[in-house]
């Protein structure tokens, strides 16, 4: 990607109207126009790129990016037994499960005679109960996620939300209460009133 400082006096016009997203004040100015906008020098030397981007940057049709998302999906989900993964196996991956549940609702994609969603669920579960570090990036991820997966029809669905109210809430609780800036308190306040919506 070519990136120029100045294109017209139009674009830098709409540019100093906005600012600068990495400095204080605003650096656009018919000053700052002038010493960049000299055209001195022509360089089309990206056209020798152009070839090798449209052999190698081909637009997916939607069935080839379908077929793609879904080969990973099931690949994530079946790179191992459920009972052969390790606590640390699963340490970071609670948002990549909460994610191919997503994915696995919206394509309905099926794994043998189970759903790809319903794999989701399992390591969702086994990751809730085997990992040693949930963090709490995690379980604002999975509060996000509660309400959806708590609606669907799955039995693993129901242990989840048994497994959430009656360990890993009441355990996130206990912890922010001894945390006391304001994020905590909003998360706990979230969290209680989640509580008594489960309930």
């Known amino acids: 990607m070519n990136h120029y400082i100045t294109r017209s006096k139009e674009e830098y016009d709409n540019k100093t109207k906005r600012g600068a997203a990495d400095f204080i ?5 018919d000053k700052t126009f002038e010493a960049y906008d ?3 020098v022509f360089d089309d030397s990206i056209l020798e790129y152009r070839a090798a981007r449209a052999e190698n940057f081909d637009i ?22 459920l009972s052969e993964a390790s606590a640390e196996f699963l340490s970071d991956k609670l948002e990549t499960f909460l994610t191919c549940r997503a994915v696995a609702e919206k394509l309905g994609t099926k794994i043998g005679d189970l759903s790809a969603e319903e794999y989701a669920f399992a390591w969702i579960y086994t990751t809730l109960t085997k990992s040693d570090s949930i963090t ?4 604002q991820q999975l509060l996000k996620a509660l309400p ?12 989840i939300g048994n497994l959430t ?9 206990e ?9 905590a308190r909003s998360d706990l306040l979230y969290i209680q009133k989640l509580l008594s919506l489960i309930e």
Not at 60 to 81: F, G, M, N, P, Y
Not at 136 to 139: E, L, N, Q
Not at 165 to 173: D, G, K, S, Y
Not at 175 to 183: E, F, G, P
């Open 148 to 159: 959806e997966i708590l609606e669907r029809p799955f039995q693993i669905c129901k242990r």
């Open 175 to 183: 912890a922010l209460k001894h945390d006391s800036n304001w994020v």
């Open 60 to 81: 997916e049709s939607d069935a080839e990016r379908i077929r793609r998302v879904e080969k990973t999906l099931v690949e994530t989900l079946t790179q191992c037994a």
């Open 136 to 139: 709490r990036a995690d379980v």
């Open 25 to 29: 004040g605003n650096p656009c100015n």
């Open 165 to 173: 109210q009656t360990e890993l809430l009441p355990l996130f609780c």
């Open 38 to 40: 000299r055209n001195e």
